[in-house]
């Protein structure tokens, strides 16, 4: 099977240990690739290698640092088929959407952080003429980026870009779970010649490699489980360092009776389902107001059980493989769990099991449950996966309050065509991320990020450039020439 290697130094090497972990295929549910188990010492590596590139890549002209991001950028297009075949056949998605969504948005990220380092400003704040202050933005040093498994090399690559773009240098660290594209890039970064030990990948398990990136990081970016974050804040507080915390939602979608049926009809379904509902901006809890609830609630389970599950390799599929059997095995336990307490499975609900060559993959139809209450464990835990649960309301007092008791508060999309009713609801629930009549529409500058325990602090855009610099205010005193 193919070893895969970590990246330190601007060199493809294996683990110090010279231990692996498999890498599956959830297509299928075997074994293709090794993946380094790291340890400390990799890690340790990779930041004496940051550290030594700091210093160069954090004093060339911001142009210098453009000009490479760009040209990492082209790269990252020219090899984008490989790129496309790999993150499918790693995280089960279909090809189609690593094509339309993942793999476009890698190189995007790099062109949009290398051009916006270029328009980042300083503030000058001017003392009656008397002083000038004015505040300078300075790289923090190394920045220790770790990403989960249902984005892979995206959110790898949207933590990486804007840090070197600062002028920090990184030690990644991505998912176990799904490796292959951030090795790709790694081969891409060495065949480019990239600027060695600005840009350091290391591989292995969350508890050994990624808290040793914790550990030997100035700053951290972290993406993942609300669970892992509070371990990584936790952590990354003993030594006062800047913490970027996105993690795990439960996020509403709002359906008021004066909606555009048909196209919430397919939004929703889009933000249900899409990427086997493995994305943490998905609606999985479906408030829709009482007064259309039956007809929704037909037209949407007619529509999910449409949905096509299987092959990511075949364009016509509408989704593709879970991420792992564990995942797998931990959805299909809360749906279990959904059953025995009363709620009642409208479609979907068991395992998928294909024919042939994928009859031992991960798949799972589309679930919609109903008949839980709001605060069942079904409507108030992330599950992560291609379940949705639909719950009615009356009065708007009502669908704030369930809307608002989860611990969570990343995001939310509102179905209304009275602005003012959309905009007042907005207003109140508890999210970072607000969409009214559509989800996941992105615009890389808005500030990107959930409250409660959804997470810390906001990315995207001069968001994530603040985050990755230190403000280091100077003042001046002025002469006063005008009594000289
Ligand atoms: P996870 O928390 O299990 O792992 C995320 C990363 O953290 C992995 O690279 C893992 O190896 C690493 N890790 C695990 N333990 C660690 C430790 N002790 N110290 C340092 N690193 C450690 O999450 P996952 O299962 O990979 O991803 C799914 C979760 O990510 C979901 O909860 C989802 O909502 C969340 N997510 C959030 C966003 C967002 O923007 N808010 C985006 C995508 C995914």
């Known amino acids: 099977m193919k070893k895969l290697s970590n990246y330190i130094d601007g060199q493809l090497i294996p683990p110090v240990n010279k231990s692996y972990i498999n890498n599956y295929n959830p297509s299928n549910g075997k074994p293709y690739s090794l993946t380094p188990d790291s340890c400390f010492q990799d890690v340790k590596l990779a930041s004496k ?46 090809e189609w959407l690593a094509e339309q969504v993942d793999i476009p948005r890698c190189s995007e990220n790099f062109r949009f952080f290398a051009t916006a380092m270029l328009h980042f400003e300083s503030k ?27 984005l892979p090399l995206y959110l790898l690559t949207w933590k990486i870009a804007p840090a070197i773009a600062a002028g920090n240098t990184v030690i990644a660290k991505p998912s176990e779970v799904t490796p292959y594209t951030a090795y790709l890039f790694s081969k891409i970064c060495a065949k480019i010649n990239f600027p060695k030990g600005v840009i350091n990948i290391v591989h292995g398990l969350g508890k050994t490699a990624g808290s040793s990136v914790v550990k030997y990081s100035d700053i951290i970016s972290f993406t993942g489980g609300t669970e892992t974050g509070r371990v990584v804040a936790t952590s990354a507080a003993k030594d006062f360092k800047k913490c970027s915390l996105e993690l795990g939602g439960k996020n509403p979608t709002v359906v008021f009776n004066d909606c555009d049926f048909e196209s919430t009809i397919d939004i929703a379904i889009k933000s249900g389902f899409l990427n086997q509902g493995q994305i943490c901006l998905c609606g999985s809890r479906i408030f829709i107001e009482e007064s259309i609830y ?39 336990s809360k749906i279990n769990l959904a059953k025995r307490d009363g709620g009642k499975i409208l479609c979907g ?35 992560f996966g291609p379940v949705v649960t639909l719950i009615p309301f009356n009065r708007e007092k009502d669908l704030i309050k369930m809307c608002n008791s989860t611990k969570y508060g990343l995001s939310a999309s509102i179905f209304s065509n009275n602005v003012s009713k959309a905009h007042r609801v907005a207003a109140k629930i508890d999210a970072g991320v607000i969409w009214v009549n559509t989800w996941l529409l992105r615009d890389l500058r808005i500030p990107f990020g959930g409250v409660k325990h959804s997470g810390l602090g906001r990315e995207g855009g001069f968001y994530s450039l603040e985050f990755f610099t230190e403000s280091k205010n100077v003042c001046i005193k002025i002469e006063n020439g005008v009594n000289k």
């Not at 990492?72 to 496309?84: G, P």
């Not at 002083?131 to 220790?144: I, Q, R």
């Not at 069942?376 to 835990?381: A, P």
């Open 124 to 150: 000058c704040h001017n003392m009656n003429n008397d002083a000038l202050n004015y505040t300078l933005k300075k790289p923090v040093g190394v920045a220790g980026c770790i990403s989960p498994w249902n």
């Open 349 to 383: 609900g068991d395992r998928l099991f294909l024919k042939g060559k994928l009859s031992g993959g991960y798949y799972l139809k589309p679930t919609v449950i109903e008949g839980l209450d709001y605060k069942h464990e079904i409507n108030q835990e992330e599950i």
């Open 294 to 332: 039956t007809k929704f609630r037909t037209a949407f389970v007619k529509k999910a059980k449409n949905v096509l599950v299987g092959d990511p390799k075949n364009p016509n599929n509408n989704l593709g493989a879970i991420v792992s059997e564990e995942h797998l095995n931990k959805i299909i």
């Open 49 to 94: 290698a940051a550290k030594k590139a700091f210093k160069n890549w954090s004093e060339q002209k911001k142009e210098f640092r453009y000009a490479w991001m760009m040209k990492l950028a082209k790269a990252i297009d020219d090899n984008s088929k490989n790129l496309i075949v790999a993150e499918s056949r790693d995280n089960g998605k279909p």
